[in-house]
């Protein structure tokens, strides 16, 4: 019988069914406020923003299959140096969102890195926690303030994203926010240093220490002057900056 379905119809029937179960938003959303955007399909860090923020590799990425095309694999060398700050004084929000596949958690691994000890923010792995960090805004700084969730999975992606939102921040995974803080601060101050993806940019982090290298794979990652919404980080963010329902 269902050989026998007439091809129009079944292809009105399979077209509906596509748009029905991966209902696609307009990109508005996911655009806004997007200041960087390295889809890592090729071995170039060209800002796809439009923004021209190229970023400068450090290392040799090798192109694995990612979640949106192609992504880079991460071997302990390699990062991208953007030589410049993306965080401005007073800058009042900032988000960064990627897919990510770790190869190693136990350790200390950096995601991302812009700004030091005095004024910055810093996501990374470190022994087997995912761990974001805000500090500000000078040498008179208070404790930077963290978020750590445990994470020890190397096997799969995971949709990360960090968000510094008017003094407030959060961590998610894979849509789930995995913990939120308030700051003594309402907003994150300017600095210096040079942003980094993979690596931690010059000189410090805002967690204190330095860090080293990510190990794993990193894909589409983006960069914001918002602060990301809680439910369009529970949906997917295509190439393209469609949201789409997971
Ligand atoms: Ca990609």
Known sequence: MFLSFPKGKLFFLLLFSCVSFNFVLPAKSAEEGLEVYYSLDKEKATDESGNG?????????KLVDGV???AWQFDGTTAINMDFPIMTAPD??????CFFKADEVRGQYMIYDEGGAWTGYSV???DSELQFATVCCDQNHPPPVIISAPFSDTNDWHDLAAVYDHGKMAL??????LGEEETKWNELGGHGQPGAIGDMSPGDTAFGPAGEHFVGALDDFRIYSRG??????????SRKGNLSII
Not at 172 to 177: P, Q
């Open 228 to 237: 990301l919404l809680e439910k369009e980080l529970q949906m997917r963010v």
């Open 53 to 61: 923020r190229d970023g400068v590799i450090e290392g040799k990425p």
């Open 124 to 126: 990374r792995i470190m």
């Open 68 to 70: 949106e095309g192609k």
């Open 172 to 177: 998610y995974l894979d849509g789930e926010n």
């Open 92 to 97: 009042l929000a900032l988000s960064i969102r």
